[in-house]
């Protein structure tokens, strides 16, 4: 088991060295200014969060807050995925502001 997560874990990792993690969502203006808050946010620029190597793989996705009142308030759903740790950002779609994070263990 334990060669199997060791060699699962090596062939991740070796994603991190491919480049840009953010090619994927060029495509889309709203998912790459709501990764440049999350870059901004943890004191990176958008280049450097792209290609840190720490960093395994962005993901980007709509999303939505629904307040108890039962507004919907559109965000866009970033993650970035480390080997030991991923970590959520919410991102608001109206002033590009983080309504909330969190960072969690992957194991």
Known sequence: MRILL?????????????????TKWEHSDRYTAA???VAAQEDFSYDELCTFARILDIEAQ???VITPKGDVIPHVRIQLHMA????????RDADKVITSQRCYSGW
């Not at 874990?9 to 993690?21: K, R």
């Not at 030991?84 to 991102?91: A, G, N, P």
């Open 35 to 37: 990764i440049k808050v």
């Open 6 to 22: 060791a060699t699962l874990t090596l062939l991740a990792s070796s994603a991190a060295f491919a480049g840009n993690l953010c």
């Open 62 to 64: 709509p999303s939505r």
């Open 84 to 91: 030991y740790e991923s970590c959520l950002y919410m991102v």
